[in-house]
């Protein structure tokens, strides 16, 4: 293709979301209104103001830098709040008003696109993303991406396709349906793509070596499931409740039944009575709270390394073995603890991790706000009237799991939360401690606190504990 016959660069474009609308109020001060409620954005100059209303048809983002005239720099602030709130969605357009390319949905926190120049490489698909249709959109995802993006032309998805082996830039161009260079950008950006090195393959080119030890499903399964890394509703939402409900107890088959004996009371074994007597606990007594005695007591009974060896495999590979009172899959261990401690006696208020081997908790430094953004969360998805004493997170090592195990590695983690939880719960039970688990947690906030790539070391099951409040206490 030609000089000529290329397309206009297309312009990246912040525009407001469907059902949003902006309102100046008195003293320069502005406000979004959406689905009947409002968010207060703050102050603003008269000239951020004039600027503001592009926003309602796509205030252009590309080509933006550090010169920018003040009200630029107020313009992005008033972008990235709304951002932060699902307010904003961005376009890649043929220019303000032009035919949209695709729409680039956020799907983290603060995710918001910028298009850099492109080297002199070859490009390819990441082998994260998918193509798949979304009501009548067809959308491009993967678990690896800040953004969804639904596309806008039926030939994007065969220049999207193409990139399924690597290409340079001057091969794409010559494609006589090639959105741009500023599209490709935009794939690299959320990392569908990426430039290619032949000298590394395109597994381990793709990143670190830790995203080589995933899988495409086990991947998408985790943080489609989780919450922080999509913007997709979750939760007790009952989106299946027009279907009738599966019946809490299973229909008997039809066969020869045979009655078993049931133990009785009197010869309950102490298992069967530990197992009987636990229940979730979500309510806390901040008068009493848990101790560091105890927290030293459960974590010992319950968590800690109790021996290390090396197992020799079938397979001629040799396998270190670092083993708890729980069983675990393939004897991976891969489950670490950490605590957000709110209240413990003789404890700092601050977040550890539980260091099994050593038996001793290591503290690591957060802010106020992400602490408290955690123990925030477990007392929401508990719907308790005060915050957990202690609120454990519990996050796999994923790659002891997938570095052996093809096919199911992520299936095998949550097998072993279930197991971890259940033990947890017990060792709560016998020391007459509350606990409660906790189904979902948010990957990206247990990242930021921790500095670890999410898909390295990340959050897969919370529980919370603490000292429980007499039956019936408020
Ligand atoms: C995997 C798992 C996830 C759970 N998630 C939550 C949760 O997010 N919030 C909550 O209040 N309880 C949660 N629970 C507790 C269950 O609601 C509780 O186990 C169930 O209602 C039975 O009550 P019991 O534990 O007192 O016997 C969870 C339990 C499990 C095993």
């Known amino acids: 293709m030609n000089d000529e016959s290329r397309p206009a660069p297309a312009l990246l474009l912040a525009k407001l979301g469907p059902r949003v609308s902006l309102k100046e109020e008195a003293g320069g001060v502005l406000r979004a209104q959406f689905d009947g409620e409002t968010l207060l954005l703050g102050k603003f100059s008269a000239a951020a103001l004039r600027r503001a209303s592009e926003l309602a048809t796509g205030w252009p983002l590309s080509g933006v830098g550090e010169n920018d005239a003040p009200e630029e720099k107020e313009l992005r602030g008033l972008v990235q709040r709304l951002a ?40 390819v698909l990441s082998r994260f993303a998918y193509l798949r249709r979304r009501g009548e959109d067809l959308v491009l995802e993967s678990p690896l991406a800040g953004a969804t993006l639904r596309l806008c032309d039926a030939n994007v998805a065969s220049a999207i396709a193409r990139l399924a082996t690597p290409r340079s830039l001057a091969e794409l161009r010559n494609e006589p349906d090639f959105p ?5 950008a935009l794939l690299i950006d959320c990392k569908f793509a990426f430039a290619s090195d032949p000298a590394k393959g395109l597994r381990a080119g793709e990143g670190d070596e830790d995203l080589a030890l995933w899988e495409f499903h086990d991947l998408l399964f985790h943080v489609r499931s989780t919450n922080g890394r999509h913007a997709n509703p979750t939760g007790g939402l009952y989106a299946n409740a027009h279907l ?42 901040d008068a009493h709270p848990i101790t560091l005695a105890e927290v030293a007591e459960f974590l010992d009974g319950a968590a800690r390394i109790i021996s290390r060896q090396k197992l020799s495999e079938d397979e001629g590979e040799e396998m270190e073995i670092a083993a708890r009172p729980y069983p675990s899959g393939g004897a991976s261990y891969e489950l670490e603890l950490y605590l957000a401690v709110d209240k413990c006696d003789g404890l700092e208020r601050g977040f550890y991790h539980y260091d099994a081997d050593r038996h001793a908790l290591v503290a690591i430094a957060v802010t106020q706000r992400q602490l408290e953004a955690i123990i925030d969360d477990g007392q929401c998805a508990m719907g308790a009237p005060r915050p957990p004493q202690i609120m454990i997170t519990i996050a796999a090592r994923f790659g002891r799991v997938s570095w052996k195990y093809s096919g199911f590695a992520y299936s095998l983690v949550l097998k072993d939360v279930g197991v971890l939880m259940q033990t947890l719960y017990l060792m709560a039970t016998e020391m007459q401690l509350g606990a409660c688990a906790i189904g979902v947690g948010d990957i990206d906030l247990f990242s930021r606190m921790t500095g670890l790539p999410f898909h390295v070391e990340g959050a897969v099951g919370q529980m919370a504990i603490g000292r429980a409040a007499a039956q019936g206490a408020p």
């Not at 009785?264 to 979500?282: F, M, P, V, W």
């Open 84 to 123: 932060l709130h699902g307010l904003v969605e961005y376009r890649l357009s043929r220019g303000a008003g032009g035919q949209d390319i695709v729409v680039v949905e956020p799907q983290i926190r603060d995710y918001r696109p910028s298009l850099q120049k492109l080297g002199a490489n070859r490009f």
């Open 180 to 184: 741009g260079e500023e599209f490709l």
């Open 244 to 285: 009738p409900q599966p019946p809490a107890v299973r229909p008997a088959w039809p066969g020869p039944t045979i009655e078993l004996a049931k133990i009785a009371d009197t010869s309950e074994s102490a298992i069967a009575a530990l197992l009987r007597s636990r229940r979730s606990e979500r309510v806390f007594d």
